[in-house]
Nanobody
Framework: VQLVESGGGLAQAGGSLRLSCAAS????????MTWVRQAPGKGPEWVST????????FYLDSVKGRFTISRDNAKNTLYLQMNSLKPEDTALYYC???????????WGQGTQVTVSS
């Protein structure tokens, strides 16, 4: 199993970034997937989850209306479109595969998102 994030970088407040997570080594379409972030000096924070078909999505309250999770099962890729970015969105963003409803068994290496004010 391999999860590889990309798309992070430096953005100004109010800007946008699109994160990608390329999955391999398993049947991507059969797993719920999640984005988790970790800000400097803080613990991991769940951001968003998507079900296998992509129809059901769930968001942290602070990102609702700004972030959109999606997936392309034909390309084995998970996405996170982040708009109206805020400095408090600065974190290392990870994609993770669900083992159960609230447990993850594989994580990527993370991609850094830095938002300047």
């Amino acid at each position: 199993v391999q999860l590889v994030e990309s798309g992070g970088g430096l953005a100004q407040a109010g800007g946008s970034l699109r994160l990608s997570c390329a999955a391999s080594g398993f049947t991507f379409s059969t797993y719920y997937m999640t984005w988790v972030r970790q800000a400097p000096g803080k613990g991991p924070e769940w951001v968003s989850t998507i079900n296998t078909g992509g129809r059901d999505t769930f968001y942290l309250d602070s990102v609702k209306g700004r972030f959109t999770i999606s997936r392309d099962n034909a390309k084995n890729t998970l996405y996170l479109q982040m708009n109206s970015l805020k400095p408090e969105d600065t974190a290392l963003y990870y994609c993770a595969r669900h083992r159960s409803s609230d447990e993850y068994d594989y994580w990527g290496q993370g991609t850094q998102v830095t938002v300047s004010s």
